[in-house]
């Protein structure tokens, strides 16, 4: 899809409903739901914490959406495919603060460069007990991305066409950190397998795609 294409779709995005846990759950394994309609998240404290979902026109104005693969560490998240995006730190005003900066932290892309399209649906992830607050944005005139060295491995620039063919949604059987070898809704772009939080607000951003098409 031409960038001035997606551009006029993001308009019409900003006025649709979020579709919310119905969307996460067509990415979720039965497991999870049922996890979640047994707890009350407030109960836990959860950390809280911002990403972007970053779309972009590339050299021949095909649009993109970025997601990074995060460097082996010790962590939860080790060497996943995700948003750019982390932590809330004291001096944030607010989540969307959060996502901003850290986006020019993790891959170099100054906060007023994005245009910010929509707040969309927390999504809980129980093992790090992190509540994750998404954001859509456009940046309309990128420059190269400057990758943070220490914290990111590589940068995942995907296609939105293939994101959107439902040929690379799929399933796969993981091990979890609530349990062994069970079938995970997926998505399959450049090659990685994206799943957990990040397949869940992905899910979310197609279906307003779908829509508003």
């Given at each position: 899809?031409?960038?001035?294409?997606?551009?006029?779709?993001?308009l019409k995005?900003?006025?649709l409903?979020?579709?919310?846990?119905?969307s996460?759950?067509?990415?979720?394994?039965?497991?999870?739901?049922?996890?979640l309609?047994?707890?009350?998240?407030?109960?836990?404290q959860?950390?809280?914490?911002?990403v972007m979902?970053?779309?972009?026109?590339d050299a021949?104005n095909?649009?993109?959406?970025?997601?990074i693969?995060?460097k082996?560490?010790?962590g939860?998240?080790?060497?996943?495919?995700?948003?750019?995006?982390?932590?809330?730190e004291q001096?944030?005003?607010?989540?969307?603060?959060?996502a901003l900066?850290e986006?020019?932290?993790?891959v170099?892309?100054?906060?007023?460069?994005i245009?910010?399209?929509?707040?969309?649906?927390?999504?809980?992830?129980?093992?790090?007990?992190?509540l994750?607050?998404p954001?859509?944005?456009?940046y309309?005139?990128?420059r190269?991305?400057?990758k943070?060295?220490?914290?990111?491995?590589q940068l995942v620039?995907?296609f939105?066409?293939?994101?959107l063919d439902?040929?690379?949604h799929?399933?796969?059987i993981?091990s979890?950190?609530?349990?062994?070898?069970?079938?995970v809704?997926?998505?399959r772009?450049n090659?990685?397998?994206v799943?957990g939080?990040?397949a869940m607000?992905l899910?979310?951003?197609?279906?307003?795609?779908?829509?508003a098409?």
């Amino acid at each position: 899809m031409k960038f001035d294409e997606f551009s006029q779709l993001a308009l019409k995005i900003k006025n649709l409903p979020l579709p919310g846990e119905t969307s996460h759950h067509k990415m979720s394994p039965e497991l999870r739901i049922q996890w979640l309609k047994a707890h009350k998240i407030e109960d836990f404290q959860p950390k809280r914490a911002g990403v972007m979902a970053l779309f972009y026109p590339d050299a021949g104005n095909e649009t993109r959406l970025l997601l990074i693969l995060r460097k082996v560490y010790e962590g939860i998240h080790s060497n996943q495919i995700g948003f750019p995006g982390g932590k809330e730190e004291q001096e944030d005003k607010d989540l969307l603060q959060t996502a901003l900066r850290e986006t020019h932290e993790e891959v170099g892309v100054p906060p007023q460069a994005i245009e910010v399209i929509k707040e969309l649906s927390e999504v809980y992830i129980p093992p790090s007990n992190f509540l994750v607050s998404p954001f859509m944005g456009i940046y309309s005139n990128p420059r190269p991305f400057v990758k943070e060295e220490s914290e990111v491995e590589q940068l995942v620039e995907v296609f939105l066409r293939d994101f959107l063919d439902d040929s690379n949604h799929i399933e796969e059987i993981l091990s979890t950190s609530y349990a062994t070898d069970i079938n995970v809704p997926a998505y399959r772009l450049n090659g990685y397998t994206v799943w957990g939080a990040t397949a869940m607000m992905l899910s979310e951003i197609k279906e307003l795609l779908l829509k508003a098409l």
